[in-house]
């Protein structure tokens, strides 16, 4: 099982592999560079570099998270060439570190009557970016939060997404535990469904990465809190533990994206490697 947690990379994209060994993790997420911009990073291509022969040697798996303005569904179209700049940056910066892919969320819904333009609009940005990009990362589509009824809540919509795509072998998916419980997509007692629709559907298929998260909603809240695995959440352990011994799941790295500020990441992915490690 690989398991690891969200590092910055404020000592560089080598140094947060390092701080992913010291954690003792097995996969990590890094921003590719800074979170709350859309702007061109002219990243060091050494330390890039070093990075992926770092995890390498060291079998760590790492996947990068697009900054938080990044949008599938911008509302205009300024926005949206910087956007499809900023994701082919994101994916350079990816590839050069040896991750598996540019985490982006799926879009929001731009029209209450016309429900199809979102989805229409999310795959020309998926189109458009991925008719540039020669490397070999992809993008990872993740699940929203959100109320039933809002999008890119259900297997359904990713696969149909994914499949509806000129280059579809270039985008896989990430399944974040809390926005699937907040949304209503796993209730904590309907894994089996869950399991059997998304193979059904081919998600697994294309699984790259997991977000593991607890939540500190109930679920079908429509909340995006994440909270800490074990005892501070809605999600109980027996309900993780039917998730993460489908077999489906067995290679995926696990990511946290918890509070460290509650539970310190050393100590949580620890628990982790007890409880499900092997
Ligand atoms: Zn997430």
């Not at 819904?109 to 020309?124: F, G, P, T, V, W």
């Not at 990872?140 to 990713?158: F, Q, R, V």
């Amino acid at each position: 099982m690989k398991f690891g947690c969200h590092i910055s990379i404020r000592e560089g994209y080598l140094g947060a592999a390092k701080q992913a060994a010291a954690l003792n993790a097995s996969a990590f997420q890094y921003f590719p560079k800074n979170p709350r911009s859309l702007s061109i990073k002219e990243f060091n291509k050494e330390d890039s570099a070093l990075c992926k022969r770092f995890c390498t040697e060291n079998a760590i798996e790492s996947v990068t998270h697009t900054p938080y303005p990044t949008s599938l569904t911008p509302r205009d179209e300024n926005k949206r060439n910087k956007i499809i700049e900023s994701l082919l940056n994101d994916l350079e910066i990816t590839d050069a570190c040896g991750s598996i892919g540019a985490v982006v969320h799926f879009g929001k819904l731009i029209s209450n009557d016309d429900r199809l333009a979102s989805y229409q609009l999310m795959i020309e940005m998926l189109n458009e970016v991925l008719s540039q990009w020669k490397g070999n990362c992809k993008i990872l589509l993740e699940n929203n939060a959100g109320i039933p009824g809002s999008i890119g809540t259900t297997l359904e919509e990713l696969a149909q997404v994914r499949n509806l795509c000129d280059q579809s072998e270039k985008i896989g998916f990430c399944l974040d535990t809390c926005h699937a419980f907040a949304s209503g997509l796993w209730d904590g007692e309907n894994w089996n469904d869950v399991l059997g629709r998304g193979i059904e559907l081919g998600f697994f298929d294309h699984l790259e990465v997991i977000h593991f998260n607890n939540s500190k909603y109930e679920p079908g809240s429509g909340k995006d809190r994440h909270a800490n695995i074990f005892g501070h959440g809605y999600i109980s352990e027996k309900q993780f533990d039917q998730l993460i011994k489908s077999p489906q799941l067995a290679n995926i790295p696990f990511i946290l994206e918890t509070p460290k500020e509650e539970v310190p990441h050393n100590e949580e992915i620890q628990q982790l490697h007890e409880k499900w490690g092997r």
